[in-house]
């Protein structure tokens, strides 16, 4: 089946430095792809819609200038939590839209910590 | 608004017993249905889903039934795997696949 691969995988950084979060789409091209955040025992929450070549999408209450969103090509899209503090330690995860079978393929997640 | 309701784990059940995981869910319009599982250290991967109303979705002994009148989709197996210890999440699709999930329910089967 169709992967989703997400880097790092968990990553620690000081408050006030920014985290860049890569998601790849490895044997499809996905024209769309989601970011989520996902608290302890919380379901995932969409934070923002990325599509190829034009401006992410952000869900209510999400910031922009905290939360850049670039997808560059068909098969990356990379999240930046600029600015970081401890509050925006978290689970990261996000899909991609295989548009051939309308399916959404979801990376592995990537673990926050900010001290 | 948009939002799933999900039974709270964990659940514990032993090898061969029937499983029930309720899922409820509130919507504008027609969502589309849908049952994730996360094994341990892995991505989310759909299970099954269901597009409309009565749809009955199913997939490695899983199934799930879209029922309008009760806006439900509970996922049931008849016999449990301990294989099938993992993190189940019922979520709804709206405008443009964007997903609302519930806060995911985690099954243990003991041999």
């Known amino acids: 089946g169709a992967v989703v691969s997400q880097h790092p995988s968990r990553v620690i950084c000081k408050s006030g430095t920014s985290v860049k979060i890569e998601c790849r789409s490895l044997d499809f091209q996905a024209t769309t792809m989601f970011w989520y955040r996902q608290f302890p025992k919380q379901s995932l929450m969409l934070m923002a819609t990325s599509n190829e070549g034009s401006k992410a999408t952000y869900e209510q209450g999400v910031e922009k200038d905290k939360f850049l969103i670039n997808h560059a090509s068909l098969t990356l899209s990379t999240l930046t939590v600029t600015s970081a503090h401890p509050e925006d330690s978290s689970f990261y995860i996000c899909?991609?839209?295989?548009?051939?079978?309308?399916?959404?393929?979801f990376g592995p997640g990537t673990r926050l910590t900010v001290l | 608004g948009n939002s799933v309701t999900q039974m709270e784990g964990p659940v514990t059940l032993s090898e061969e017993a029937f499983l029930t995981i309720n899922c409820t869910y509130t919507a504008t319009g027609y969502p589309s249905l849908f049952w994730y599982v996360q094994y341990p250290g892995e991505g989310l991967q759909l299970l099954l889903k269901?597009?409309?109303?009565?749809d009955k979705g199913s997939n490695k002994g899983f199934e799930a039934t879209y029922r309008k009148e009760t806006t439900s989709f509970h996922l049931e197996k008849g016999s449990v795997q301990v294989s099938d210890s993992a993190v189940y999440f019922c979520a709804l699709r709206y405008n443009f696949n964007k997903f609302y999930f519930g806060s995911g329910t985690k099954l243990n089967v003991k041999p």
């Open positions: 899909s991609a839209l295989a548009r051939s079978t309308d399916t959404q393929y």
């Open positions: 269901a597009t409309k109303a009565d």
